[in-house]
């Protein structure tokens, strides 16, 4: 009898539940056409008390969906704009010195708008990552502690950012650890004809849609709670833990697409995202009991920010769904009965080389080799170390965004400078109170201005470089890949240029991780071709690029008119060169001997020599205090020299010579 009176309150409770979503969509309607999944997505968000990242380009009505669902639900509402300038306080709130009617002097904190039911993120990747990290503590445990006091968010508390996909100037993207606090990461499509139609009909005529609150906070709290008791049967739980390990390249059921380009699988969060979606999307249907399909149609949203592609992943163009949409469709709704695998080939047996991203890239062939070989540079292993690394410039110059690096300047950054007296006019945001307590004095903390780097590759591609087998072009290219990425990793802004006695070309300046492989196309464009010329070239260098940096030049140096005047253009005109003496130890002894007709590859001069043993050693030693001079030169102008022989392999070169000689940190 009770059993029976249990289940009715049950399927009252649900079919409330479904007609309460209903009408909240209605309401919603009203103001956003189309874009139901990603309706559904945010109420999931809500309903789980998770928070959402949509994204999408402008103009799509991401923020008009926010600002409407919180005049629905009749919710506090706040919207933070982040911008590079953007403080913790601005997000979170500050204490200031408040004096009491005694005379005496109080501490208070005023709350900032994080203390909301619904916060806007908006453009959430335009704030600096430590900005966006003050969030982390108010999505995870929904309080925030400022100084000794921790002060907790009323409930419901949902935060709801926004990202554009396109623009990448001026933005930063989202550290892993914020991405992983979000419930569900939602794309938001560009609409169809048909609702092209009804958005011009409900914002171009006079009537405007007024918009009505439907439910309240007691409804939602209400609603969560139910969530909550939904149940899951074993065999639906597992697949979703399946699910989420199969997003772990090393997983038991991971497919060959997720080995292949996975960095990282999704983590504990993931699981506890895909089960609480899945109960909501039961009790949307009617239903109270979750099932393999609702997991089946939620893993995307789920999962997608989540499972973080490796090196050769992003090198493909391989997007994070595809790899979700392998495991959905591998892994079926039960587990299929055992079948035999197929046998390993035998020891020795010849297979098809799968050739890197950086192998086509540079144009390398010919048979695999063994992973702690040069050939294979851009491996993961390699990557995550260049991440830790960072270019150095003796110089300081003026950025032009946001960025991780330090300069002299005082500014709005987080790294603490020094004190200075209060002035009419100054942000009251960077007073010190706790010396105004102590000393009855308005003091401004200074903060170090962190901005970004201009940095210039330059390759010379001048025919000598390519003399042979192409080795030292070849070389000087990885150096400026790998570098470049160096500088991408910490946000500073990277241009290639190539240069024989002119500029050949040059790649617009980038920034961003995810620009190396525009880097990558571009030097694999780069052919020998022509003499070389640095002064004349870095002049013509100058001229096209007014804002000063660190100059890398990575050459040979046979030029006939004298390195020192391509590298004094650099100096005279205040940049930062570094030079990279791309050298090959066989140029020292050739294999020659008789009478021979040397043809200079770039002038075409011919000469006829009789090499003897005594004309070698004289053309070795030459060739020693031709080198001996190049590093005496720069070392009396202090500019850095590495003398980057193409023999020595490329990881030592990369993270112990350059690093020893002060170039990386």
Known sequence: MTESVDAGAVRAEVEQFRVSIATLKTEIGKTI???????????????????????????????????????????NFSRVQFTPDLMPADILGTTVIDETQAGGKVFEFRKGPIFANIVLADEINRATPKTQSALLEAMQEHRVTVGRRTHALEEPFV???????????????????????????????????????????LTTGEARPGRAAVLHRDDILRMQALVRRVPVARHVQDYAIRVVQATHP?????????????????????????????????????????????????????????????????????KTDQVLEAILKALPGRRPAPVARRPKAPHGAVGRRRVGFLDAVLGRRGPAVAKSSADDLFDDDFQRKLDYLALVSK??????????????????????????????????????????????RLLLRLYEEEEDLAIYFIVDASTSMGFGDGKKLRYAKRVAAALAYVGLANLDRVSIVSTTDKVLDRMPATRG??????????????????????????????AQNKRRGLVVLASDLYDPNGFERGINVLRYNKFDPFVVHVVDEEDAKPKLSGDVLLYDCETGDEREVTVTAKVLERFEAAYRTYLDDIDRFCTSKQVPYIRADVNTPFDELILRVFRRGGFLR
Request: glycine content about 8%.
């Open 33 to 75: 056409v189309g874009n139901e999944p990603v309706v559904d997505g945010v109420l999931m968000c809500l309903l789980a008390g998770g928070h959402a990242l949509l994204e999408g380009v402008p103009g799509l009505g991401k923020t008009m969906l926010v600002r409407t669902l919180a005049e629905a639900l009749s919710l």
């Open 250 to 318: 090393d997983g038991p059921d991971a497919p060959d697409t997720c080995k292949r380009f996975v960095r990282f699988g999704a983590s504990p969060r993931g699981a506890q995202s895909v089960l609480l979606a899945a109960k909501i999307r039961s009790l949307f249907e009617g239903r109270f009991a979750a099932s393999i399909d609702d997991v089946r149609a939620v893993a995307l949203p789920a999962l997608r920010h989540r499972t973080l592609l490796n090196f050769e992943g992003e090198a493909e163009g391989v």
């Open 513 to 542: 991780k995810a620009r190396i492989f525009k880097v990558f196309r571009f030097l694999k464009e780069l052919e020998p071709e022509g003499q070389t010329d640095l002064e004349d070239a870095l002049k013509t260098f100058v």
């Open 395 to 440: 110089r300081v110059f003026a950025g032009r965004m946001r960025a991780e690096r330090r300069t002299k300047k005082s500014g709005s950054g987080v790294e603490f400078a020094d004190h200075r007296d209060y002035q009419p006019g100054d942000d009251f945001r960077y007073l010190d109170w706790n010396v105004y307590q102590r000393f009855d």
């Open 159 to 201: 935060v709801l950012a926004t990202q554009n996909p396109l623009e990448s100037e001026g933005t930063y993207p989202l550290p892993e650890a914020q991405l992983d606090r979000f419930f569900m990461k939602l794309h938001v499509p560009f609409p169809n004809r048909e609702e092209l139609h009804a958005i011009l009909d």
